[in-house]
């Protein structure tokens, strides 16, 4: 059964850089056709897409993040990972790591979440 | 980038009764919508894939239907379970989410 768990940690101060991996257990990263994508929910708010990445390397950022955004890939530890520099409050949200299809644009698989707030 | 706009915000039901949500793009996605469930502390579930097509394992209450602009869901006889937020999904062009309607008890 796929799975996916996000981790980093759950406190960052303005102006420094939000990091987060995925880890994925029950198949392989680099197996298949999927995208392996980010997605945040601002406190009591909707889903914001992210961005996400295939495992040949191609990488789609939405536009309002790309200039603070990184996303990569390890296909040797299963997981993938997202950083956003500098970071606001405005960036406060819950996390979510999820799978989608290279053939099917929705998201089929998601992690539980981790928050991350941005306070000093 | 495509805007994608559902109402109502919230809607107050009964158990049994019958629930639609609407979703609008702002331009047109053909069928490329997905529709999710999320309760509060878990992560969205999806419900409806390529506007009208059921996940595996969803109930048949669940329903979906549109094309171009405008796409509804449709819960036939509302269960104590699906007392939830429900958000639309563009992936005509990358990805877009609606606002969320609430699913309440009346």
């Known amino acids: 059964q796929v799975q996916l768990k996000e981790s980093g940690p759950g406190l960052v101060k303005p102006s420094q850089t939000l990091s987060l991996t995925c880890t994925l257990s029950g198949g392989s990263i680099s197996g298949g056709s999927y995208y392996w994508s980010w997605i945040r929910q601002h406190p009591g708010k909707g889903l914001e897409w992210i961005g996400y990445?295939?495992?040949?390397?191609?990488?789609f950022y939405n536009a309002s993040l790309k200039s603070r955004l990184s996303i990569s890939i390890d296909t040797s530890k299963n997981q993938f990972s997202l950083k956003l520099t500098s970071v606001t409050a405005a960036d406060t949200a819950v996390y979510f790591c999820?799978?989608?299809?290279?053939?099917?644009?929705?998201?089929?698989?998601w992690g539980q979440g981790t928050l991350v707030t941005v306070s000093s | 980038d495509i805007q994608m706009t559902q109402s109502p915000s919230t809607l107050s039901a009964s158990v049994g009764d019958r629930v639609t949500i609407t979703c609008r793009a702002s331009q047109s996605i053909s069928t490329w919508l997905a529709w999710y469930q999320q309760k509060p502390g878990k992560a969205p579930k999806v419900l409806i894939y390529?506007?009208?097509s059921l996940e595996s394992g969803v109930p048949s209450r669940f329903s979906g239907s549109g094309s171009g602009t405008e796409f509804t869901l449709t819960i036939s006889s509302l269960q104590p379970d699906d007392f939830a937020t429900y958000y639309c999904?563009?992936?005509?062009?990358?990805?877009?989410f609606g606002q969320g309607t609430k699913v309440e008890i009346k």
């Open positions: 990445i295939h495992y040949n390397g191609n990488i």
């Open positions: 999820a799978r989608r299809g290279f053939n099917y644009g929705y998201f089929d698989y």
């Open positions: 390529k506007a009208s």
């Open positions: 999904q563009q992936y005509n062009s990358y990805s877009t």
